[in-house]
């Protein structure tokens, strides 16, 4: 196991042991962003070089998750506990509805306490069916209709309470 491997908090089968879920580090970067560039299409206002600072801020700080499939990067979370958000998360093509989507927000969420929010697609774009789907089987709720980087969205919340910060 590697080290910086985060093992599931219970003994039980969850979806977290079907995939190896890793605290993402500066080694893993070069993978990260290969991914990330794969699916930039998905992403409006994608700018590689501010991404990937980002990236490696949230990497310091220990809110950068990702999963291997057969030592292969399959998906990828960013989040901040300070914002109470999912910032950024993607699943490679030929790794998509193997659950590595769900195992990530899983994990996110038992790192974090309070409300925590993502912005995705609204209702009417085709690229919206999937992750719109996926938050409310997490128990996001729609929320208010934004802009982000020029393009049409919508902010999903999921309400669990105060967060100790």
Same mark, same amino acid.
């Given at each position: 196991m590697l080290?910086?491997?985060i093992p599931p908090k219970n003994s039980g089968t969850s979806r977290n042991e079907r995939h190896e879920i890793i605290r993402a580090d500066a080694s893993d970067l070069r993978e990260w962003m290969d991914l990330a560039v794969r699916v930039?299409? $998905?992403?409006p206002?994608?700018?590689e +070089?501010?991404? /990937?600072?980002? =990236?490696?801020?949230?990497?310091?700080?220990?809110?950068a998750l990702c999963v291997r499939i057969g030592g292969n990067m399959a998906g990828i979370l960013?989040?901040?506990?300070?914002?109470?958000?999912? $910032?950024?998360?993607?699943?490679a093509p +030929?790794?998509? /509805?193997?659950? =590595?989507?769900?195992?990530?927000?899983?994990?996110?969420?038992?790192?974090?306490?309070?409300d925590?929010?993502?912005?995705?697609?609204?209702?009417?774009?085709?690229?919206?069916?999937?992750p719109r789907a996926l938050y409310r089987k997490f128990g996001f709720?729609?929320?208010?209709?934004?802009?982000?980087?020029?393009?049409?969205c919508q902010r999903f919340v999921k309400k669990r309470g105060e967060r100790n910060e």
């Amino acid at each position: 196991m590697l080290k910086n491997t985060i093992p599931p908090k219970n003994s039980g089968t969850s979806r977290n042991e079907r995939h190896e879920i890793i605290r993402a580090d500066a080694s893993d970067l070069r993978e990260w962003m290969d991914l990330a560039v794969r699916v930039k299409d $998905s992403f409006p206002g994608f700018e590689e +070089e501010s991404y /990937r600072e980002t =990236v490696l801020r949230n990497m310091a700080r220990g809110s950068a998750l990702c999963v291997r499939i057969g030592g292969n990067m399959a998906g990828i979370l960013l989040y901040s506990v300070k914002h109470g958000c999912l $910032s950024y998360m993607a699943v490679a093509p +030929e790794y998509r /509805r193997m659950g =590595v989507a769900g195992s990530l927000i899983e994990k996110m969420l038992e790192e974090t306490e309070g409300d925590i929010w993502v912005d995705t697609f609204r209702a009417d774009d085709p690229m919206g069916d999937a992750p719109r789907a996926l938050y409310r089987k997490f128990g996001f709720e729609e929320g208010e209709l934004l802009e982000d980087f020029g393009y049409p969205c919508q902010r999903f919340v999921k309400k669990r309470g105060e967060r100790n910060e």
